[in-house]
């Protein structure tokens, strides 16, 4: 009755959201909402679907499509993956990288299950006819990629916005790819909920 807002959110975010765009957004939230209390839980993309799906969490933001019907689900933003790589790389001085050109090299990706894993897979399906990715490394969590990267271990796909620190410290490259390639960040949440 008085317009306050109070009481305990729990939310749960896909690991590339919990860590690179989430504390910027709930720090604006909690100033304007002091007495409400977040409780955040991080898992990949298929966790935090599964946990909405049992009322484990009120609201998912996840990086991936969501086919499930008896879920909510509006896109809140669009993200841009870029191909990532060590500085001296081959690729690095291109201005765009072509699907095809990513086989040649060994592959950093994330686990199954990972929506950054699910959409670069579909996207390859799509536009590199046959050919399979040289997988060499597969890594639970965007910091440990990027470290991997770094040490030229191999190449990877990543959200453009997990490697402005990287790109501004001169320690990975980024090359946008052609066709470009986006993803939806989604909430997700049970119909009943946030109508």
Do not use: W
Not at 18 to 29: N, T
Not at 103 to 132: K, M, N, Q, W
Request: aromatic content about 6%; hydrophobic content about 40%; glycine content about 8%.
């Amino acid at each position: 009755m008085t317009g306050d807002v109070s009481g305990v959110v729990t939310l749960g975010a896909s690991t590339t959201i919990a860590e690179y765009m989430l504390p910027f957004l709930l720090g604006d939230f909690k100033a304007q909402n002091p007495d409400v209390n977040i409780r955040l839980k991080v898992s990949n993309t298929e966790g935090i679907v599964s946990m909405v799906e049992n009322n484990i969490i009120d609201l998912g933001i996840v990086e991936a499509s969501v086919n499930n019907k008896n879920l909510q689900v509006d896109v809140c933003r669009t993200d841009q993956l870029v191909a990532i790589m060590p500085p001296r790389h081959p690729l690095a001085g291109y201005k765009v990288v072509m699907p095809q050109q990513l086989i040649s090299y060994p592959f950093i990706c994330r686990e199954e299950g990972s929506g950054t894993r699910e959409v670069i897979t579909d996207y390859l399906h799509t536009h590199v006819a046959g050919d399979e990715l040289k997988i060499c490394l597969e890594l639970g969590s965007p910091e440990a990629i990027k470290g991997a990267v770094e040490a030229g271990m191999g190449i990877s796909i990543m959200s453009h916005s997990t490697v402005v620190k990287e790109l501004k410290l001169g320690v990975l490259a980024a090359v946008p790819l052609d066709p470009p390639l986006e993803r939806p960040f989604s909430f997700v949440h049970q119909r009943h909920k946030f109508k």
